[in-house]
């Protein structure tokens, strides 16, 4: 029997030994060198004992090993549950025992403070770092670079990624072989990726854009990738030369055109840049346009669904548009209390179906149910349309979200832990625009009567539980929060009051 994940992403590149991943040091991984070092992780995993559905959660830095134990996990079954490096114990805690992971792999420097987290929730715990070093790698030196690949069907899991709600806990997304899969096929063909392609890859890999899109389409199509530790802009316009694509956030379209030696010259021979996870403002389409003569596809995704929408690769790509819905997905905008579908032109929730979406959030039956519908639509929580051309436009959030620099923040996640804080009545945490990062969080607190919140204080305090990412920008306190009729504090009035807040 087969494992159709590992077979088209992997299997179909044993033994060759052609480029797939360029690394900072200016050596070359060949596929055939990926997948011996990815059997011997996989040998290592089952050295601990795990068997085929235990979940492994992977806390480390972007490296060759991190990328190979996504490999060795589909490989033997495993279901992958990378995690943001950037998370604290107390993130990571809810993560590991939440998915029943039974095998947590960290960094060496967090061992201390991650032990206590495995122990509580039952896991075994292991170290790997970035220069395949730690417990989890001398237990994989000596194992043999083939591995047994565990057969599997297309609904079977193959990954989680954790996804913060609105109001509660994070949800973990179950990812199947045929989400993925399917996904991947989808814009290997649509966006033409061959084995001729060299991929940019400077995303992290712990989400559904680097892992999900930018790899498996990597893999799928046999090319290479220049797989870069992180953004760095002047890393990325010294290696553009060899490449001849780029997946990027929108932030690293902005940071590219504030760069003197981001020309048209060094972008002549690329074939492709495409710009996802959170909008891309027209002016930055309209200005890479003018800089480089390059048009940025947008394409639309998320978590939950990999990618449902592309702006065409033949065909006008429209600056503030996501494009049509990918060949085998469909989309319609409904009405968010009715879910009736609206015509052509009108506002409403983007709902999506295919083979891309997800199986459910594990464990969570009523937050499902609450999403996705029996008949298998997903209500996305986004807010678009779709305009005269067919082209669908988002034009908001139905759900209280702020994208920074392509990752979520959940102003409830905030908010709970500052209304605690002394002095602090209530907040309001908000999204504000930011040059750079799209939006970035700001946080309003409320004063409890007669008493001064001491913002420095605060965040110290948020920075000891939440990733640095998710902290406030700023933190501004007033005397009470704006209020509707109903009581509902007014999130879009404090937007427009510190709209202007990071312009220069
Ligand atoms: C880093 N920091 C951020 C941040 N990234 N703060 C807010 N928003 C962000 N996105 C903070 C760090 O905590 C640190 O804070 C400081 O900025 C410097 O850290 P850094 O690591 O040097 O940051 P930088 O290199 O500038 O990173 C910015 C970035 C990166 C935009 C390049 O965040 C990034 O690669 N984002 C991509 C995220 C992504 O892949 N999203 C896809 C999700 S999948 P301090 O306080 O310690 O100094 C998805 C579905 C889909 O959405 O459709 O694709
Ligand atoms: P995540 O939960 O991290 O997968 O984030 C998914 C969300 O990112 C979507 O629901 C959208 O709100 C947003 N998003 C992704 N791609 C785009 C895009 N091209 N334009 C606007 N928003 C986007």
């Known amino acids: 029997m087969a494992n159709p994940l590992y077979d088209a992403l992997f299997g179909q590149h044993t033994g060759q030994s052609t480029p797939f991943l360029h690394l900072p040091d200016g050596t070359t991984l060949t596929h055939a060198d990926f997948l011996e070092r990815a059997a011997q992780l996989a040998n290592a995993l ?12 992977l806390q480390i830095e972007k490296s060759v090993d991190a990328l190979a134990l996504y490999a060795a996990c589909v490989q033997r079954g495993l279901v992958f549950l990378p995690l943001n490096p950037a998370y604290t114990a107390a993130e990571v805690s809810y993560f590991v025992s939440n998915s ?31 220069a395949a070093r730690g417990s989890f790698a001398t237990l994989a030196k000596e194992l043999p670079t083939t591995s047994e690949t565990v057969p599997r069907e297309g609904d079977d899991l193959a ?20 989400n993925l899969l399917s996904n991947a096929r989808t814009l290997t063909d649509l966006w033409q990726f061959t084995e001729r392609d060299v991929l940019l890859h400077a995303l992290p890999i712990f989400h559904t854009h ?27 316009i010294t290696a553009m030369p060899r490449a001849t694509a780029l997946m990027g956030v929108p932030t690293f379209y902005t ?28 002016e930055t389409h309209k200005a890479f346009e003018a800089r480089t003569g390059h048009r940025i596809l947008e394409r639309y995704g998320m978590t939950e669904t990999n990618m449902n929408t592309s702006n065409p690769y033949d065909g006008p790509r429209r600056a503030g548009t996501v494009g049509f819905a990918l060949p085998d997905v469909e989309l319609k905008v409904t009405n968010p209390d009715t879910g009736k579908t609206l ?8 709902e999506v179906r295919g083979p891309n979406v997800f199986k459910g959030y594990w464990q969570m039956p009523e937050k499902t149910a609450a999403e996705l519908r029996p008949d298998g639509w997903f209500i996305t929580g986004d807010l678009g349309l779709i305009d005269d051309l067919g082209y669908v436009q988002i034009v908001g959030r139905g759900k209280d979200l702020i994208i920074s620099g392509g990752y979520n923040i959940y102003p409830k996640e905030l908010e709970v832990i500052l209304d605690d804080q002394p002095g602090v009545l ?42 640095r990412f998710k902290c406030p920008r700023k933190v ?20 427009a009051d510190h709209a202007d807040l990071f312009k220069a």
């Not at 990954?159 to 045929?178: C, D, P």
């Not at 999900?212 to 002047?234: E, I, Q, S």
Request: net charge negative; with cysteine; aromatic share 4%.
């Open 210 to 236: 680097g892992l999900f899109v930018a790899t498996n389409v990597m893999l799928l199509a046999g090319g290479a990738m220049v797989f870069m530790p992180k953004l760095d802009v002047d890393a990325l």
């Open 159 to 178: 990954a989680f990624l954790y996804t913060s709600g609105t109001t509660g806990r994070s949800k973990g997304a179950m990812m199947t072989q045929t």
């Open 343 to 350: 015509p052509q032109g009108e506002i409403g929730v983007i």
């Open 46 to 57: 089952i050295k601990c004992g795990l068997a085929t559905g235990d979940r492994v959660a």
């Open 100 to 130: 029943g992971a039974r095998l947590l792999i960290c960094d060496p420097v967090n061992a201390d403070a991650l032990r206590p987290v495995a122990s509580d929730a039952g896991a075994r715990i292991e170290t790997l770092d970035t």
């Open 476 to 495: 501004i306190v007033v005397d009470e929060l704006p209020r509707n009729t109903m009581g509902k504090v007014q999130k879009n009035v404090l937007r």
């Open 426 to 467: 209530e907040s309001a945490v908000i999204g504000v625009p930011h040059g750079d990062l799209g939006e970035a969080p700001v946080a309003v607190l409320a004063r409890a009567k007669g008493q001064d919140p001491d913002p420095e204080a605060i965040l110290k305090t948020l920075g000891t539980q939440l990733a």
């Open 255 to 282: 940071r590219l055109l504030d760069h003197a030696d981001f020309t048209s010259e060094l972008t002549r021979h690329m074939r492709l840049f495409i710009s996802g996870s959170a909008p891309l403002l027209a």
